[in-house]
């Protein structure tokens, strides 16, 4: 619920910013797709809470604590930082996958995500995205994952 609170309260300040013009639109634009990418870390995080077995449930909170909180998405320079976003609708796709894989390795499922790596990495090349390349990279790279 914490997590939860934090998501909402940065991103009712995301569209007062937004409204009130008290940000610069790129940045408020960096700063949701931000918040957005969290969302749907922490809804691969819940969603792969569905099937527990013995051993995830040990690790549960630990797998919950992976996702960042939304105030990450306060780091303006860090973001500005980062090459822009394609238009490409295959990074939410990428993205939303590895964020299964990662919430399933916080779990102790290791061979579902490391399935999923030899693809990831296929089309995060094929986006060309450095980014998401340099993410998908050092998810199949993860000891847990070869």
């Known amino acids: ?9 940065e991103r009712r300040a995301l569209c007062e910013a937004s ?6 639109a790129p940045v408020v634009a960096l700063q949701f797709a931000c918040t ?3 969302r749907v870390e922490m809804n691969a995080q819940l969603v792969a809470l569905d ?3 013995a051993v995830a449930v040990k690790k549960v909170v630990g797998a919950l604590n992976l996702v960042a909180p939304a105030t990450t998405c306060r780091n303006v320079d860090g ?3 980062v090459d822009p976003q394609p238009a490409d ?7 939303a996958t590895l964020a299964q894989g990662f919430a399933e390795t916080g779990l102790g499922r290791h061979d579902g995500a490391a399935q999923r790596c030899p693809q990831l990495l296929a089309d995060a090349d094929a986006i060309g995205w450095r980014p998401l ?10 000891p847990r994952c070869g």
């Open 89 to 95: 609708p295959r990074v939410v796709q990428v993205e």
């Open 51 to 53: 099937a527990l077995d």
């Open 79 to 81: 973001l500005m930082a």
């Open 133 to 142: 390349q340099a993410r998908v990279a050092r998810f199949c790279a993860s």
């Open 1 to 9: 619920d914490r997590w939860a609170d934090g998501w909402r309260a």
């Open 36 to 38: 957005e990418r969290l």
């Open 19 to 24: 409204w009130k013009e008290t940000t610069p």
